[in-house]
């Protein structure tokens, strides 16, 4: 395959991946451990999703990073609106500093 043929590849390829940084409040870093522990598994089985991975950091005890690939966004947007997304979000909102950062992204 050559350069145009993997640009134009790249180009209609409809994955989207997701990639978000947590900050845990002081605190409540096993919260937010165990809401993406509890999170991933039903996350895993939807249709669209094709991966979704939990990290934690290695320098700092309450920072959580979450990488996920989706179909396409009709996907992931389904995704967001299934009660176990809906929950863990609500849940987020009391557990983590609002510095959060998330890309909603497309390869290149």
Do not use: K, Y
């Amino acid at each position: 395959m050559n350069a145009v043929e993997e640009d134009a590849q790249l180009a209609s390829d409809p994955t989207l991946d997701l990639f978000a940084t947590l900050h845990a409040r002081p605190g409540r870093a096993d919260e937010v451990r165990r809401a993406l522990e509890t999170v991933r598994a039903p996350t895993r089985r939807e249709p669209g999703c094709i991966a979704f991975d939990c990290f934690a950091s290695i320098r700092d005890a309450d920072e959580f990073c979450i990488h996920s690939r989706w179909r396409d966004l009709a996907a992931f947007e389904r995704h967001a609106a299934l009660p176990h997304t809906v929950a863990f979000l609500a849940q987020m909102h009391d557990l983590l500093d609002p510095a959060l950062r998330i890309a909603l992204a497309q390869r290149m």
